[in-house]
């Protein structure tokens, strides 16, 4: 067991057992069976998605990316779920088709379709993809679905464009995708077809 997997396993267990997390349990539980019954595609993304990898040891609210087709039922069963959706302003740096906040009790959640990310004087596109999301099992026979470190990876170095303190998931992305290998090469390699930043690009070229 790498270190990864040991504080997967480790913040699964604080997840299912901690009373700080209780909230976000409950919720994750409803909304993961609800989604599923519609087959849409989604994916958790940024601190969640890595806490579940074991590459960050907290998070504070849900981000989902959500293919772009998939927008209208996800909206309308997550609403079913007692979720509000909130009037919302897109980041600067955003140009994604879809990006609307939403919350219960003190559960937050962005979400997002297609999501574009423009910084550093270049645009990145992450489409979410049926044959990309991968699931961890929880108890229950519940399967969170996460979008692949590979697009974290990009996502976050884009991000430093206007939150520098990114560096330290982008980081975390690349070091663990150098140690494990990478499983889903076509996505750093439709990001360097897309023309990322030089340095950026270095840092994923080394891993193709």
């Not at 976000?24 to 601190?47: D, N, V």
């Not at 040891?57 to 909130?86: H, S, Y």
């Not at 897109?90 to 959640?109: L, M, T």
């Not at 340095?199 to 070229?205: D, E, M, N, P, Q």
């Amino acid at each position: 067991m790498n270190k990864w997997e040991f504080q997967g396993m480790a913040n699964k267990l604080a997840f299912l057992t901690a009373e700080e997390y209780s909230s976000r349990r409950e919720i994750l539980e409803r909304i993961i069976p609800a989604l599923e019954k519609t087959k849409a595609i989604w994916g958790l993304s940024c601190s969640a998605n890595l806490f579940f990898s074991g590459l960050v040891d907290d998070f504070n609210d849900f981000d989902i990316l959500i293919r772009l087709e998939d927008i209208e039922i996800v909206k309308k069963t997550i609403a079913e779920c007692g979720i509000q959706l909130l009037d919302t302003v897109q980041k600067r740096c955003f140009s994604s088709p879809y990006y609307q906040e939403a919350s219960i009790g003190d559960v937050h959640f962005d979400l997002v379709g297609d999501i574009t990310i423009n910084t550093f004087r270049c645009s990145y596109k992450y489409e979410v993809r049926e044959e990309d999301i991968i699931y961890t099992p929880l108890e229950g026979g519940i399967n969170i679905p996460q979008i692949p470190v590979e697009a974290s990876l990009i996502l976050y170095g884009m991000m430093e464009g206007w939150q520098a303190k990114r560096k330290f998931k982008r980081e975390a992305c690349r070091e663990f995708l150098q140690e494990n290998g990478v499983k889903f090469p076509h996505i750093l390699e439709d990001a360097v077809d897309q023309g990322l930043p030089d340095w950026l690009h270095k840092i994923v070229a080394a891993l193709i």
